[in-house]
């Protein structure tokens, strides 16, 4: 089945202590992003990937820091979480422009 | 890319077509019309994209009119599973980082 998975689901974690989200998809697909959503806010683009070792930033990235070593995996990084990231997290892989395949969510809390 | 605007809300009975509008008035030449939806902050779900024609998929179809200035989603036979919030957005095909841009978008609540 195709598909994009983020572990963990849920985390709460505390300011400063660093965590990785990682998402992974099974589709061969090059573009990869991670976004977050915040009520009032929408979804905005945190990084981007259009292909291995090509990464950059989207809209918000203060904070957060990204790396594609293989196409399938895309994890986010944040060195010294604050409570202005806590949010839902989202990871998406395409092949093109067209259809973006959402992951389910990490849904993360600092304290 | 163009702003968009949606009704905030609107309801649907239970096997009937949900039609749900979007304007784009300064949609430009190259720009496509996308529709994404998010069933309770769920990862959301690709339905349906066009640049002028209509299109129609397994999900749905797009009436785009002919100045491209309003479209139309229309779910032909709306489920209780359709309950969600759609979002219509609107980028070139070339866009930076691949990103979307989702606004308010029209949360259908559907009504057995």
């Known amino acids: 089945e195709a598909q994009v998975t983020q572990n963990p689901r849920y985390l709460i974690t505390v300011t400063g202590k660093k965590l990785t989200v990682t998402c992974s998809q099974n589709m061969n697909h090059e573009y990869m992003s991670w976004y977050r959503q915040d009520p009032g806010l929408g979804l905005r683009q945190i990084y981007y990937s259009m292909n291995v070792e090509v990464t950059d930033k989207g809209d918000v990235p203060e904070g957060y820091k990204v790396s594609r070593k293989e196409k399938r995996n895309f994890p986010l990084i944040l060195e010294s979480p604050s409570p202005n990231q806590t949010s839902l997290y989202f990871c998406?892989?395409?092949?093109?422009?067209?259809?973006?395949?959402f992951g389910p969510g990490t849904r993360l809390t600092v304290t | 890319d163009a702003k968009t605007t949606q009704p905030p809300s609107m309801d649907c009975a239970e096997g009937r077509a949900a039609n749900l509008p979007c304007n784009h008035s300064?949609?430009?030449?190259?720009?496509?019309v996308y529709w994404y939806r998010q069933i309770h902050s769920q990862g959301p779900q690709y339905i349906i994209h066009?640049?002028?024609n209509n299109e129609t998929n397994e999900m749905a179809s797009l009436i785009i009119t002919e100045d491209r200035k309003s479209s139309t989603l229309i779910l032909p036979h709306a489920t209780l599973r359709d309950t969600a919030v759609y979002y219509c957005i609107v980028r070139s095909y070339y866009n930076a980082g691949n990103m979307l841009t989702f606004g308010g978008g029209t949360r259908l609540m559907v009504k057995p």
């Open positions: 300064t949609i430009s030449g190259n720009e496509y």
């Open positions: 998406a892989s395409s092949r093109d422009a067209y259809e973006q395949y």
């Open positions: 066009g640049l002028k």
